[in-house]
């Protein structure tokens, strides 16, 4: 499955895992919010959190993002590459932003998505840009 095809099977859904490396070389996974623009994946995230501070000392990050209940229907990808941190109000998250807000005010329309957008202090997005992918997809066999 090429990026192109991913974004396609995936884009739409409301969370992706990410994977950092911490200080000690372990592994810590998230479910994190994300939108998809050209060739990157934006993860939000907070500039206070572990995701934010192991991505910022060690950029090594791996993105899963998987659909389906039965082995049948079982298909995702992990996305492999280098995340560069950005706070929300960098110039070059305008973009990322303004996706990441229609994004989640339709998907999360009267569940508290306004307020929490109003709310949320140090918001920040990891921006990923995939070095390799690895995909499956049981349904086509």
């Given at each position: 499955?090429?990026?192109?095809?991913?974004?396609?099977?995936?884009?739409?859904?409301?969370?992706?895992?990410?994977?950092?490396?911490?200080?000690?070389?372990?592994?810590?996974?998230v479910?994190?919010?994300?939108?998809?623009?050209?060739?990157?994946?934006?993860?939000?995230?907070?500039?206070?959190?572990?995701?934010?501070r192991?991505?910022?000392?060690?950029?090594?990050?791996?993105?899963?993002?998987?659909?389906?209940?039965?082995?049948?229907?079982?298909?995702?990808?992990?996305?492999?590459?280098?995340?560069?941190?950005?706070?929300?109000?960098?110039?070059?998250?305008?973009?990322?932003?303004?996706?990441?807000?229609?994004?989640?005010?339709?998907?999360?329309?009267?569940?508290?998505?306004?307020?929490?957008?109003?709310?949320?202090?140090?918001?920040?997005?990891?921006?990923?840009?995939?070095?390799?992918?690895?995909?499956?997809?049981?349904?086509?066999?």
């Amino acid at each position: 499955m090429d990026l192109a095809a991913a974004r396609k099977l995936f884009g739409g859904l409301p969370v992706v895992s990410v994977a950092t490396v911490g200080p000690d070389g372990a592994p810590h996974v998230v479910p994190l919010w994300f939108v998809w623009l050209e060739d990157a994946l934006y993860a939000s995230t907070r500039q206070d959190g572990r995701t934010w501070r192991n991505a910022a000392a060690d950029p090594r990050v791996s993105v899963t993002i998987d659909v389906g209940r039965s082995w049948t229907e079982i298909a995702g990808v992990v996305l492999e590459g280098l995340a560069e941190p950005f706070p929300a109000e960098h110039p070059s998250m305008r973009g990322p932003i303004s996706a990441w807000h229609e994004k989640y005010r339709s998907l999360l329309s009267g569940h508290g998505f306004g307020r929490f957008a109003e709310e949320v202090r140090g918001l920040a997005f990891l921006r990923v840009v995939p070095e390799r992918i690895a995909s499956w997809d049981h349904a086509r066999g």
